[in-house]
């Protein structure tokens, strides 16, 4: 460690010191500026917002494998299941995603719905993870009859560490509790836009990804709150949370 000497020159030993403080202080500071200016906000159009779904696995007594029907249609997919369950037992179906995600961006959860029917007491449990990235914690229902069922979680996927492909998971996870209970999972779709509530951000820390307004004739609002561009108003569509912008 090297030592420093500060002269008084009949100042004093404090003032010393502080003139020291400040000298060492104004590099931190530019760097720290040099920072701040590094950093940039860059808008995109929210359609490019969206991945490829690009295969689905299936494995558990309520989809084994090859016993699914699947529809992918580049940014989404729609899994259609045919195993039931009944009496007391605990049965489980885990749909592997893979997609392949934006060069540069990460993705949040993709939007996940899940639907079937449940008649009897059956405990549904669901879990969702992007390989490598740990899993949510365990979503907990008891559906009845007909239901559907779409779950939020804050999840990123790897596709910054170097590969783009990445695999998601969906794993359920049905408790039948009497012996007169019957369960089936009819379905889970996955959809992979922005615009339907699918979560993008930039893998460089120092740039905020920031969506266009929407211009005239554009969707607005919806589950990601779309706003329109200055002078627009968004109209909203019959029974829905999305509209369209137009001159007011």
Partial sequence: MRSIFVPS???????????????????????????????????????????????????????????VGVSLSGDNAAVFLSQSASGVQTARCTLTFEIDVPEGLSMGMPTTILRGVAFGRTRLERRYAFEGAGASNAFMELPSEEFQIADAVELSSRSCSGARRVRYSVDVTAQLQSETTFFQLDSVDLDTTYRFGTDYRFCDPGSTLEVEPGAAGDFCAGPQERPCAEGLSCELQQNSTEGSCVAP
Avoid: K, M, N, W
């Fill in 9 to 67: 020159h009949g100042r004093g030993p404090r003032t010393a010191l502080r003139r020291v403080v400040r000298s060492l202080s104004l590099p931190l500071a530019g760097a720290t500026l040099s920072l701040a200016a590094a950093a940039q906000t860059i808008t995109v159009d929210p359609d490019d917002l969206r991945a490829t779904i690009v295969s689905v696995r299936s494995a558990g007594a309520l989809c084994p494998e090859g016993s």
